[in-house]
């Protein structure tokens, strides 16, 4: 059967408002002796006992058998963003689930196949229908996902060839068996902040077998990618679809050195960062492919600039091994370099470019009418969105339509009376709303105290798929982790700054196209940092 393109077309078929509803319709359509989990049995008891229309049956059956999901739209339609969020649960469209099943099928015939997060199912059951007689297993921890995958491989006939395992994907084990193993799917995607210590120790420990030093900064999908290194055999093949922020940043050394040392990487397939791979996220997509679970002779690595290019997981530029294990980024393999006009300088040797401040808590420290009152002078004009740099483009003026950051000082003692008792009555609501619980919280001087940056004289947003805008900060505004800022390293004139954030807003766009000197995947400082512009814009 060929893969649905349009999930979404079937999800109003069920008619279901709530997830007991969605839990009962699962129950209708599957045989009453399915045997459940211990969770799923705990769904199942809560459901209602009203019977399910007839129709609504008739109709999601015919849905599924036509290879949509319509239970799985259902089920992300139903949960609140923040728990979908908390579990990594975004579905993977069909435009980028089909091109890595279409890879599978040139490698061989696998005679098992694995979906770590499963969801409800859209991986596994594509390998099911690619891969007739492959015994399928699909890991999943959340019970009502899980049912809804039950309730699709029995609706595409797909049971008895499978196993659909209600766990923690770390957690798993897997019999030996003859023949290959293909591992396919999209692997959570949830920081580190929120994956408790013993999965930290779990995952450094781990790497520290495989002779990689880890840090536990890492996101849950390189778990993933972890756990996948230690089950896989010699004989065994893989993709997995994840954010790419893994191919520059820090904690994704290791999973780098993973991949080329132990993965047996052969392909990474990047969208341009203008390509929106999974819609409403902010994240750009990339696809690894490996086999082999041993170093490769050579990796095809490509940017892709459309979706419909994805289809060729197989090409891309030949890449060695060891160029990769050499990169500390490996966004500047994928992108092809630029050649360097010798008349310009680096950003970063005129100015340090610094992140703004994470405040741990949004929604009480960014300032709201609705709490408790403050006195004006901790209550600071601050960037927070970086829309309130795109709205006013090249030029900040002045401060006043901007959200204000609350700002204490970490000692208390410098204020006195009635703002005293002000800001003492403001943090004890912030307890109550947990913000001296959180991790930046519990990790800095003082948790009431963000500790804003000094006014940068030009700020930037750094969103993926769309250029920065460099904006002259007139106004003095302070900015949080949304924006960066550039401190000039000398003093400069309004003049000079005002044409270099000119220049900046005219030459630096995202994308491989017409690319100068960007085309990253994060614009963390440092690359900011590493933007040419014109020498003389340097003399002022
Ligand atoms: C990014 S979604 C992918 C779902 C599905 N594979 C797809 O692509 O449509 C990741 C899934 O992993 C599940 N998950 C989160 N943590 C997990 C864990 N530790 N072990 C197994 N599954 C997990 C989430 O509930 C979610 O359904």
Same mark, same amino acid.
């Given at each position: 059967m060929?893969?649905?393109?349009d999930?979404?077309?079937a999800a109003? *078929?069920?008619g ?5 509803a969605?839990a009962g319709?699962c ?5 009453s002796a399915? #045997?459940v989990s211990?969770?799923?049995r ?5 459901? %209602?006992s009203q ?9 999601t059956?015919s !849905?599924?058998q036509?290879?949509?999901d319509?239970?799985g739209?259902c089920?992300l339609a139903l949960?609140? &963003?923040?728990?979908r969020r ?6 993977t469209p &069909? ?8 890879w599978?099928?040139?490698q /061989? ?6 979906d770590?997060g499963? /969801?409800s199912g859209?991986?596994? *059951?594509? !390998?099911g229908?690619?891969?007739? =007689?492959a015994?399928?297993? &699909?890991?999943e ?7 809804v995958?039950r309730?699709n491989? +029995?609706l595409r $006939?797909?049971t008895?060839?499978s196993?659909?395992?209600?766990d923690?994907?770390r957690r798993?084990k897997?019999?030996?068996i003859?023949g290959m193993t293909a ?6 995607y949830?920081?580190h902040h @929120? ?7 779990w ?6 077998t495989? $002779?990689i030093h880890a840090?536990?900064?890492a996101?849950?999908h390189? +778990?993933?990618f972890?756990?996948?290194a230690? *089950?896989?055999?010699? =004989?065994?093949v ?5 954010s790419a ?12 050195k993973?991949?080329?040392q132990h993965?047996?990487?052969v392909?990474? @397939? ?6 929106e791979g999974?819609?409403g ?6 696809? %690894?492919?490996?086999?082999?679970? &041993?170093?490769?002779?050579s990796?095809?690595?490509r940017?892709v600039n459309s979706?419909t290019e ?5 090409s /891309? ?11 500390t980024r490996?966004?500047s393999?994928i992108?092809?370099v630029?050649?360097r ?5 680096p950003l970063?040797e *005129?100015?340090r470019v610094?992140? /703004?401040?994470?405040t741990?808590?949004?929604r ?8 408790? %009152?403050l006195p004006?002078?901790?209550l600071?004009?601050t960037?927070?969105?970086?829309q309130?740099?795109?709205?006013v483009a090249d030029?900040l ?6 959200r204000r950051?609350?700002?204490l ?9 009635d703002?005293?008792?002000q800001?003492?009555a403001y943090?004890?609501w912030?307890?109550? @709303? ?9 990790h800095r001087r003082?948790w009431?105290?963000?500790g804003?940056?000094?006014p940068a004289p030009?700020?930037?947003?750094y969103?993926a ?7 002259? =900060?007139?106004g003095e505004?302070? +900015?949080i982790?949304?924006? +960066?800022?550039l ?13 270099i954030?000119?220049w900046?807003n005219? =030459?630096?766009e ?7 000197a960007?085309g ?7 690359? #900011?940092q590493?933007?040419r512009?014109?020498a003389?814009l340097?003399?002022g």
């Amino acid at each position: 059967m060929a893969i649905a393109t349009d999930w979404r077309a079937a999800a109003t *078929l069920t008619g279901i408002t709530d997830e007991a509803a969605l839990a009962g319709l699962c129950a209708a359509l599957l045989p009453s002796a399915t #045997v459940v989990s211990a969770r799923e049995r705990a769904l199942l008891a809560a459901i %209602s006992s009203q019977p399910v229309a007839t129709t609504a049956i008739d109709r999601t059956i015919s !849905a599924i058998q036509q290879g949509t999901d319509p239970l799985g739209e259902c089920l992300l339609a139903l949960r609140p &963003a923040a728990q979908r969020r908390a579990d990594g649960a975004v579905y993977t469209p &069909a435009t980028i689930l089909a091109p890595m099943i279409a890879w599978l099928r040139t490698q /061989g015939k696998p005679v098992r196949v694995v979906d770590p997060g499963a /969801g409800s199912g859209r991986f596994i *059951l594509a !390998a099911g229908a690619a891969f007739d =007689n492959a015994q399928l297993i &699909a890991v999943e921890t959340d019970p009502l996902a899980a049912l809804v995958l039950r309730t699709n491989l +029995h609706l595409r $006939g797909m049971t008895t060839r499978s196993q659909v395992l209600v766990d923690d994907y770390r957690r798993i084990k897997l019999p030996k068996i003859a023949g290959m193993t293909a591992f396919v799917g999209n692997p959570p995607y949830v920081r580190h902040h @929120h994956i408790g210590a013993r999965w930290k120790r779990w995952y450094t420990r781990n790497f520290k077998t495989l $002779g990689i030093h880890a840090s536990a900064m890492a996101g849950l999908h390189l +778990h993933f990618f972890l756990k996948t290194a230690l *089950l896989a055999s010699a =004989n065994d093949v893989g993709t997995f679809v994840t954010s790419a922020e893994w191919l520059d940043v820090n904690y994704g050394a290791a999973l780098r050195k993973l991949l080329t040392q132990h993965l047996g990487v052969v392909g990474l @397939h990047v969208l341009a960062p203008a390509v929106e791979g999974f819609s409403g996220t902010a994240t750009t997509t990339a696809i %690894s492919c490996f086999r082999g679970a &041993a170093p490769q002779t050579s990796v095809r690595v490509r940017a892709v600039n459309s979706l419909t290019e994805l289809a060729a997981l197989d090409s /891309g530029a030949v890449v060695l091994p060891a160029q990769l294990d050499a990169a500390t980024r490996w966004s500047s393999v994928i992108y092809p370099v630029q050649a360097r006009d010798s008349d310009t300088v680096p950003l970063g040797e *005129l100015f340090r470019v610094l992140r /703004g401040q994470v405040t741990g808590a949004n929604r009480v420290w960014v300032f709201g009418d609705d709490r408790p %009152s403050l006195p004006d002078s901790v209550l600071i004009p601050t960037i927070t969105r970086a829309q309130d740099l795109i709205r006013v483009a090249d030029r900040l003026e002045s401060t006043a339509s901007l959200r204000r950051v609350v700002d204490l000082a970490p000692d208390l003692d410098c204020y006195v009376g009635d703002e005293r008792e002000q800001i003492d009555a403001y943090l004890t609501w912030a307890r109550r @709303h947990r913000a001296d619980q959180g991790y930046i919280a519990r990790h800095r001087r003082a948790w009431w105290s963000v500790g804003l940056r000094e006014p940068a004289p030009i700020l930037c947003t750094y969103m993926a798929r769309r250029a920065p805008q460099f904006t002259l =900060n007139v106004g003095e505004a302070r +900015h949080i982790n949304v924006a +960066h800022g550039l401190y000039p390293r000398q003093p400069m004139s309004e003049r000079q700054l005002a044409a270099i954030v000119e220049w900046l807003n005219r =030459n630096v766009e995202v994308g491989s196209g017409r690319t100068y000197a960007w085309g990253l995947i994060k614009f963390e400082p440092k690359e #900011v940092q590493q933007l040419r512009i014109p020498a003389h814009l340097a003399s002022g």
